[in-house]
């Protein structure tokens, strides 16, 4: 007996001493809520019917802030980050068409459909200009707005987060390493509980030939967007699905734009270190 209750606080003791040794950026904690869990509403844009949600008050004369996920994700994972910002802020969510809970179509993703969509829910909500913040997938869809003569007149100011130019800006290792993994597996267990009647494989396809074909920019693409410092090109300090290289080409190829690192984090920044991140937004959103 004596010896199973010491053997047993041993693998207790190993436990805790893994737990420390794992440092946050290579772990994937759990998705959030939003906050108040809230039902959202479907509106039909583009075909398809995109949910949103909406958190906080507007404020006189300030923008309101839109949240846009990244690819196989869902607006859930900006719970923590939206719970801050709501407190001073306006903000809508919106789950992008295909993830989460908005349908999609036969119609192949493109980030300029992605873009559309979101400037159409704005125009919707009779939202003239937002401050856009994207991560990943919605980081470039951020970015085909800003290349869009009409969508970008909906984008107020633009926070992109472990966004690329193309398909090489995406590290060749990623899906070797330990967060993609967990990603993916728990992306599919939220897929279907969101999506009952979605079509699993070919949502996947969708993302999987849109990323692996676009986007497909260059310097002098991103040399038309105008909007200066307010752009900001943000990654973590460990970022482990963009390439190293990829946020210094952005912020050199974007005039003016500012570049910021979150410490200690990776591309799941917004579930690692939340109040990190909405701290990083809310400095973009009073420059
Ligand atoms: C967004 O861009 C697409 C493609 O150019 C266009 O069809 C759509 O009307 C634009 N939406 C808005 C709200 O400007
Ligand atoms: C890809 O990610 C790994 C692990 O995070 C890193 O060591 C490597 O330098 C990255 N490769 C590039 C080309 O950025
Ligand atoms: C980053 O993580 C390291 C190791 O876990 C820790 O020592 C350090 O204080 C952290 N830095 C910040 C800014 O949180």
Partial sequence: MRYTIYSSAISCLAAVAAAQTTPIWETLPPTPQLPGNPAGELTEINGVKIWHAEFGTAVAGEVPVLMLHGGFGNSDYFGDVIKTLMTKHRVIAMDTRGHGRSTMDSTPFTYELYASDAAALLESLGVAKAAWVGWSDM?????????????????????????????????????????????????????????????????????????????????????????????????????EAVVLAEPALLNGWIAGSKRVTLTNVSHFAPVQDPDQFAAKVEEFLSA
């Fill in 139 to 239: 980081a470039i869809g951020t970015f085909a707005a800003l290349l869009d003569a009409g969508n970008s007149t909906l984008v107020d100011r633009a926070f992109a987060f472990g966004g690329g130019h193309s398909p090489q800006s995406t590290n060749a290792t990623f899906s070797s390493s330990k967060t993609y993994a967990a990603f993916i597996g728990r992306a599919t267990k939220e897929y279907a509980a969101l999506q009952p009647n979605g079509d699993l494989k070919a949502f996947a396809a969708a993302v999987e030939t849109l990323e692996s074909t676009q986007p497909n920019w260059a310097e002098a693409d991103f040399a038309k967007i105008k909007l200066g410092d307010k752009v900001t090109i943000a990654d973590g300090q460990y970022e």
